[in-house]
């Protein structure tokens, strides 16, 4: 087993509020287009039951490749993967297909909110993953403000 990875307690609260964000989401998915979207999807037009079974998959898959990241995240700080070993392909954010806007307007509303829940949170993870790999974190306007202070004073 690898030494724990040394991160600040900032990212690992944010890692563990994004996991559990994702799960809920994932468990509001499943329950959704498994269970009570089956009536919505029945509603649709035969082309648009297409659209639905697709942009059900599109989701699982964002939400996926999402809570992948995020335990390879966890992974890394308990010391259990290697933190050099991050940067291969195999452990980045994995690409998810985004849905077009029409196709997510055209949807029930519980379906539409979804898809814009898991497309949003795919965007936020994907924006962390890409300042990993420049290596530098995106600048945090609460975490400026704290360090002006702590100057300050």
Not at 11 to 33: K, S
Not at 98 to 119: F, H, K, N, Y
Request: net charge negative.
């Amino acid at each position: 087993m690898h030494e724990p990875h040394r991160t600040d307690p900032m990212t690992r609260r944010l890692i563990d509020t994004l996991y559990v964000e994702a799960m809920v989401l994932a468990d509001e998915a499943r329950a959704y287009f498994d269970e009570h979207g089956r009536a919505d999807r029945e509603r649709l037009a035969p082309i648009d039951r297409v659209a639905f079974s697709c942009e059900s998959l599109k989701v699982t898959t964002r939400l996926m490749h999402v809570i992948a990241w995020l335990l390879t995240r966890k992974a890394i700080h308990a010391g259990e993967i290697d933190g050099a070993a991050a940067g291969r392909e195999s452990m980045r954010l994995g690409m998810a297909e985004v849905t077009e806007g029409a196709v997510s307007q055209s949807m029930p509303e519980q379906a539409r909110m979804l898809i814009d829940t898991s497309m949003d949170l795919y965007a936020r993870v994907s924006r962390i993953d890409r300042d990993l790999d420049i290596g530098t974190p995106a600048a945090s306007p609460a975490r400026g403000l704290l360090n002006r202070l702590e100057r300050a004073f």
